[in-house]
């Protein structure tokens, strides 16, 4: 399995910015896809941004233009700006290779007004 650790969650006021971090450990295949989901109470977790290993990056519409995500080696970054109360939720990163989909622990992103 590959283990990741994420960190750089909190509690930050609506505008501000987090920048998220996850750690990858056990990485074996050269093409492989990691990126970030995202669930709120409620809610299903979705997509909130990916990074394939060719370097094709994709982002759910709600973030675009907001958040930005980055890759150096076995190490994903998010890039949160401008954040809104809408983007409270547990942020959990994602590594997906071949038949492998392996899943952090979560971080909470709180967004206050």
């Known amino acids: 399995q590959v283990q990741l650790v994420e960190s750089g969650g909190g509690l930050v006021q609506a505008g501000g910015s987090l920048r998220l971090s996850c750690a990858a450990s056990?990485?074996?295949?050269?093409?492989?896809?990691m990126g970030w989901y995202r669930q709120a109470p409620g809610k299903q977790r979705e997509l909130v941004a990916a990074f394939r290993s060719g370097g094709t990056t994709n982002y759910a519409d709600s973030v675009k233009g907001r958040f930005f995500i980055s890759r150096a080696k076995n190490t994903v970054y998010l890039q949160m700006n401008s954040l809104k109360p809408e983007d409270t939720a547990v942020y959990y990163c994602n590594y997906k290779a071949g038949v492998y989909d392996d899943w952090g622990q979560g971080t909470q992103v709180t967004v206050s007004s």
């Open positions: 056990g990485i074996t295949f050269s093409i492989n896809t």
